[in-house]
Structures are given as C-alpha cells and as structure tokens.
C-alpha cells in the first residue's frame, strides 16, 4: 500500500521561506511511471496544483507560484521537498503531497493517487 | 491555459437521487480529465481517471462520461457517505488545475 506523508513547520512567519518534505512508503519514487505533486487547498476553499518532479529532477510549477516555488527530490531517501519563499498569510493553507500516475502510453491519462493527509501551514508573526 | 467550469458549486440532493457533476473546459481534453470526492477534514480521493475509468474501490454508482469539452459525474443513487465536495481536474497540459468544486448537501 502506498503512502504519503508531509513534514515541516505548522508556523511560518511573513517572508520567510515553507519548507516541507514528502516521505513516500510502498512504492519508488525512482519510477518512471510516476511524478510527485504538491498541491494545496486554503482553509474552506479549492484546490490549487503547486508543482511537480520526475525522478529525472523535471520540474514544472503553476505560473502563478513559479517565481518563489522549487520542488526537489531525494531518491536515496525517497522523499521529495517544497519550498515556497517569501510567503504571506494567502500562503496559509493544507498542502498534500501527491502521488501522480503518468498512464499516457497507456489510459492516455495521468492521474493524483494516492494524497497525503496534508499538513496546514499557518503563515503569522 | 486550460479554463474549467464546475457546476454546480452547490447541490442540495436526497439520498437514492440520481445526481449530475458537469465540468465544461475551454478546449477537448480527450480523456485527461479526473474526478476527487473531499470530505470535510480529509484529503481528496479518487473517483474516476481518464473521464470514464471508475478507480479501483470505488461503488459503481459512481461514473464519468464525457461528450466534446463537457465532462460529467454521475451518482446513480445517492448514498448518505456521498455528501462530499466534488472536483474535477485537468491533466491535459499544465498547470494541472482543478474545478472550483461542487459541494453536495443533504437536502
């Protein structure tokens, strides 16, 4: 069984830098067939897609968070990280660490299973 | 970018109602379009992959079809575990984006 688990601080002061880490159990982070995904979601509203890795070190972020996001990988420790600098309080949010399951060749689809429990990061003095 | 429009945001709806999630996007996503269920508390889970694959899990009362850019959820018969929030999400191209989310309501 896969699982997702987020780590970091629960408080983060203005301008400073988010720095989260993703520890993935029950399957490689190595794989091909896979991508790693942050998204986040703000207390009592959607989901906003952050970015993702390749094992390759790929990347690709949301245009709206591009200037101040990187997303690195780890494959020794099979975790990868988010760093978001510069956050203010429209920073506040629960961020999930995602799972994304590249099936192109195949369902010609690509899909987020499974999400972390998501850890909520309160950006205040 | 890729625009996507959920409705409804909210639904009120019985359980045994038949209920419809429609996801209209600005252009053909061919079948990179998914579907998540949220409920309160928890992080999302998957539905539906690829507009009409049901997950593995998940009650067939649940399925996703899709005609040009409009793409549906369907529950044949409301359960009272399906009083959730709903959102679709584009993996065509990025940024990955989401709907804004329905969120369904025990009438």
């Known amino acids: 069984q896969v699982q997702l688990q987020e780590s970091g601080p629960g408080l983060v002061k203005p301008s400073q830098t988010l720095s989260l880490t993703c520890t993935v159990s029950g399957a490689s982070i190595s794989s091909d067939d896979y991508y790693w995904n942050w998204i986040r979601q703000p207390p009592g509203k959607g989901l906003e897609w952050i970015g993702y890795i390749y094992s390759s070190g790929n990347t690709y972020y949301n245009p709206s968070l591009k200037s101040r996001v990187t997303v690195s990988i780890d494959t020794s420790k099979n975790q990868f990280s988010l760093n978001l600098s510069s956050v203010t309080a429209a920073d506040t949010a629960i961020y999930y660490c995602?799972?994304?399951?590249?099936?192109?060749?195949?369902?010609?689809?690509?899909?987020?299973?499974?999400w972390g429990q998501g850890t909520l990061v309160t950006v205040s003095s | 970018d890729i625009q996507m429009t959920q409705s409804p945001s909210s639904l009120s709806a019985s359980v045994g109602d038949r209920v419809t999630i429609t996801c209209r996007t600005s252009?053909?996503?061919?079948?990179?379009l998914n579907w998540y269920q949220q409920k309160p508390g928890k992080a999302p889970k998957l539905l539906i992959f690829a507009a009409s694959s049901l997950q593995s899990g998940v009650p067939s009362r649940f399925s996703g079809s899709a005609s040009g850019t409009e793409y549906t959820l369907t529950i044949s018969s409301l359960q009272p575990e399906d009083f959730a929030t709903y959102y679709c999400q584009q993996s065509y191209s990025t940024p990955h984006i989401f709907g804004q989310g329905t969120k369904l309501e025990n009438k």
């Open positions: 995602v799972r994304g399951i590249d099936s192109s060749g195949y369902y010609l689809a690509n899909w987020f299973d499974p």
């Open positions: 252009q053909s996503l061919n079948t990179y």
